[in-house]
């Protein structure tokens, strides 16, 4: 299974845009990219999932390079209500999504 | 209409005792899971039933049976409470992947319960 490597914490300001980036160097073939959201007291939330190149949603863009060694998540503006942990997961989903959730990068979103 | 419900949202209980959460999906989903994310918030995979067969069963201790009585519904039994169980426990469901470029696998978390040994 690919292990994902992700800054800790990032600290940003209303408005920014954020960019948290995951390594996965040991990738396989068949596997997606993905990226869960997750508030306080509450159940982590799909963002954005990908295979290769950039895919775009209405929360945020995934970018993806041809060698899939690593991927960056992008947060267009954040808002304080973005404060939350950001989780990137690799794996296939073959028959149930054999996931394990890294410790994520906490990011912050001052005033 | 929640998608994944669980119930209770809070259990307080001593060691030694045995018991369930509840979790409920009305997504028509095919796979179910059941996640352990303890204080250092990491969130550990404990099972994951494909159509009432259990497809994922990682390194658990048994005395944590997992138990579906039909596709929209994945219970957690939990014998002998022991401390280091305190934690919060995660339901999510999804549907099953056919493999390859295309389609949505993305995984519906529940509220989770928190669960307290003392």
């Known amino acids: 299974l690919a292990k994902t490597t992700q800054p800790i914490s990032m600290d940003s300001y209303e408005g920014q845009e954020v960019n948290i980036t995951c390594s996965h160097n040991?990738?396989?073939?068949?596997?997606?990219i993905t990226w869960y959201q997750q508030f306080p007291s509450q159940g982590p939330r799909f963002i954005i999932q990908?295979?290769?190149t950039k895919v775009t949603n209405e929360v945020a863009s995934l970018f993806i390079p041809a060698d899939r060694k690593s991927s960056t998540l992008s947060l267009p503006r954040v808002s304080l209500s973005d404060t939350a942990v950001y989780y990137c997961?690799?794996?296939?989903?073959?028959?149930?999504?054999?996931?394990?959730f890294g410790a994520g990068t906490r990011l912050f979103v001052k005033a | 209409d929640t998608a994944v419900s669980q119930t209770p949202k809070y259990l307080v209980t001593q060691m030694g005792n045995d018991k369930s959460i509840k979790c409920e999906q009305n997504?028509?989903?095919?796979?179910m899971y059941w996640y352990k994310q303890d204080s250092k918030k990491f969130l550990k995979i404990m099972f994951s039933?494909?159509?009432?067969?259990?497809?994922i069963n990682e390194t658990v201790p048994n005395r944590f049976s997992p138990k579906s009585p039909d596709k929209a519904h994945l219970n957690l039994h939990i014998n002998s409470l022991e401390l280091g169980d305190s934690a919060v426990y995660f339901c999510?469901?999804?549907?099953?992947?056919?493999?390859?470029?295309?389609?949505?696998?993305?995984?519906?978390f529940g509220p989770g319960t928190r669960l307290t040994v003392t």
């Open positions: 040991n990738i396989a073939t068949n596997d997606y």
């Open positions: 999510a469901s999804s549907a099953v992947g056919t493999g390859g470029a295309g389609g949505s696998y993305e995984q519906y």
């Open positions: 039933y494909n159509n009432k067969e259990l497809i």
């Open positions: 997961l690799v794996g296939d989903n073959t028959g149930g999504f054999k996931t394990i």
């Open positions: 990908g295979y290769k």
């Open positions: 997504l028509g989903h095919d796979t």
